[in-house]
């Protein structure tokens, strides 16, 4: 694994904002998930779906790390 840069990490933290200025809705929905909810042995399904309609797919199961980075970048 990498080194931490540091200004990248500033970098996600601006566009984690923008993200949530932009798209207000992920939060909500991560919001009324419920307090908690995201936690070890949690399953995040992910699809996206291209503008030519093609999709991608995938399911997370969290483990406990992945859990509390979630958490530290949701929390208000």
Do not use: Y
Request: proline share 3%; hydrophobic share 35%.
């Amino acid at each position: 694994m990498g080194k931490l840069n540091p200004m990248k990490l500033m970098a996600a933290k601006s566009k984690l904002g923008d993200l949530k200025k932009e798209h207000p809705e992920v939060m909500q929905f991560i919001n009324e998930t419920g307090t908690g909810a995201i936690s070890e042995g949690t399953i995040v399904d992910i699809k996206v779906t291209a503008a030519n309609g093609k999709e991608t797919s995938t399911s997370v199961r969290l483990s406990r790390s992945d859990a509390d980075l979630v958490n530290s970048l949701i929390s208000k």
